[in-house]
């Protein structure tokens, strides 16, 4: 029997991980944040003081990048050459390296190969911005979930507050702006729904509401594969 795949595409803080972790639950998948792949990129590349938009310094340091993903109580846990860096790619500051990163050409095909493993051995919900439209363009189905610039930055800042931050709204709102316009012009996977894609705007949702709409949606299209 084929793997289902379910591809959950969107723009920064649109709660792509958080619904796809708690479906995945809910379905028995494996959950593939692909995102922290490229927070996992960005964070060796800030270590090393590389400029991250340098495609040539970033290509050139690829090779001595070791990313493995283990997973515990079915949590997604990243190692970057055998350390566990899950935390540390959450740090705010990251967020910009990622996606400078993820615009060079070298770094997703780096990645690729390693996503679509997972989605050939397991049945996947995998998140990112070009899931549904390159990394797995025959996805079973492929949901794009975005909310107000606004919404997404309350969720994020209330988000980051959680974890001891200080940061102000206000720069978390530039900051998302500033991703998006990023993500969604650059020239290798840019950031845009798959043409079959469901488009889902969840702002002014409660985090339970989007998960369940977005496991009722998914449900009413794999039951005939299940």
Do not use: W
């Not at 001595?64 to 993903?69: G, Q, V």
């Not at 997604?76 to 050409?105: C, G, K, W, Y």
């Not at 439209?133 to 919404?151: Q, R």
């Amino acid at each position: 029997m084929n793997k289902l795949s379910i591809a959950i595409d969107g723009p920064s803080g649109a709660g792509k991980s958080t619904i796809s972790r708690e479906i995945a639950k809910s379905f028995g998948f494996i959950y593939v944040d692909t995102g922290a792949m490229y927070r996992t990129v960005g964070l060796y590349v800030r270590r090393r003081g590389i400029n991250p938009r340098d495609d040539v310094e970033v290509s050139r340091v690829l090779p001595d990048i070791h990313i493995d993903i283990k997973y515990e109580n079915g949590v997604q846990r990243m190692l970057l050459n055998d350390e566990d860096v899950t935390d540390a790619i959450r740090a705010h500051e990251i967020s910009a390296f990622a996606s400078d990163v993820s615009a060079i050409p070298e770094v997703r095909s780096f990645l690729l190969g390693m996503q679509r493993r997972f989605a050939e051995i397991y049945n996947v919900i995998m998140d990112g911005r070009d899931i549904g439209t390159v990394v797995l363009p025959s996805a079973t189905v492929k949901i794009f979930l975005t909310a107000s610039p606004e919404d997404r930055a309350k969720r994020r800042y209330l988000e980051l507050c959680g974890k001891g931050s200080d940061i102000a709204y206000e720069k978390v709102l530039e900051d998302i702006n500033t991703r998006d316009i990023n993500d969604s012009s650059r020239a290798v996977a840019p950031l845009k729904p798959a043409d079959d894609a469901l488009v889902v705007d969840t702002t002014g949702n409660t985090l339970a509401q989007s998960i369940e709409l977005i496991k009722r949606l998914i449900e009413e299209r794999i039951k005939d594969a299940l």
